[in-house]
């Protein structure tokens, strides 16, 4: 009888990772028994059994008995504890080229617990059309498990002089996802444009927002050159044309760099033009940008880099 409870015991923890997982064995549990869902019911009557789920995280049974409700009834409860990390609403961050979740513990956890073993991913996705997709990825032997890494023991001396609950930080359990870059050249050159021009479109777009007009006003007030670079260029222009008219050597077109072959004085007029300034860093954003990681063939994203080519053709 004991081993038949323990091994019962033992299955409906490693299947009950989650509320929801939990609630799910005791409804199984619960109809094997007799139980019925109280709306399978039109009226109750002595000797019914029924439960009632609550978001599928909580559930109720009742045996109906024969005295009337007023004179009580005998409650018999637990508490379905799942000690569980939970991804937080944006949880994906890049992060020395490897891709973590961030996530923040649930329950009474002893943190230091969590890092350096195997973990599965648990959980549910709510689709639009009101349907539910069950995720468990990492019980199976044949999963991708995923793991929280530790600092390297010869690394650790400050870590290890901290008390056991202070040496590992609720901030630092990311859950490591994955380290191998994405290969499909095509998606991910589409991914990093997009993730370009939806950047600079938010910061640009605050500039027209009254916090956005008080941190241009801020940056200008406390940096003289930005706020000069509109004089600085028109002495650059006539700096241009004065060498263009006298100095004999003067090569009006730049030999190397980003604008190659370009004549100096139109670049300098280009660059204060705001749509032209906008294409035209679009245009040039595979030479000089290695933040989104664009290769050449990206962003020559054919429709932005084909205005850019009409526009600049000689």
Partial sequence: MKDTLIKEYKSFLDNGKTERECVCQIIEKARNAGYKDINEYSQLKVGDKVYITK????????????????????ILGAHIDSPRLDCKQNPLIE?????????????GIK??????????LHGVICKTDGTTVN?????????????????????AQDQMSKKLKDGIDGEDLTLLLGSIPYDDEKESEIIATALYISDRLLSESQMYTPWGLV???STLWSSPIA????????????????QWLFNDDFQPNYKT???????????????????????????NMTKNNNYYRI????????????????????
């Fill in 111 to 120: 943190k230091y617990q969590w890092v350096t073993i195997p973990l599965a």
């Fill in 55 to 74: 978001m599928n995280k909580a559930i109720m049974l009742f045996n109906i008995g024969t005295e009337n409700i007023e004179n009580g009834m005998n």
């Fill in 95 to 107: 992060k020395d080229f490897m891709v973590y979740l961030n996530t923040h513990y649930y329950g």
């Fill in 295 to 314: 290769n050449d063939k990206s962003l020559n994203m054919k429709f932005a880099k084909s205005i850019a080519d009409f526009i600049t053709e000689d």
């Fill in 257 to 283: 760099g980003v604008y190659a072959g370009q004549h100096k004085g139109w670049v300098l007029i280009a660059n204060n033009i705001p749509l032209y300034r906008t294409i035209n860093r679009l245009s």
């Fill in 135 to 155: 995720v468990n990825i990492g019980e199976s032997l044949e999963d991708p498990v995923f793991c929280i890494s530790d600092i390297l023991p010869h690394l």
């Fill in 227 to 242: 706020a000069s670079n509109s004089i600085e260029d028109a002495f650059k222009g006539i700096g241009l044309l004065a």
């Fill in 215 to 217: 941190s241009e006003a």
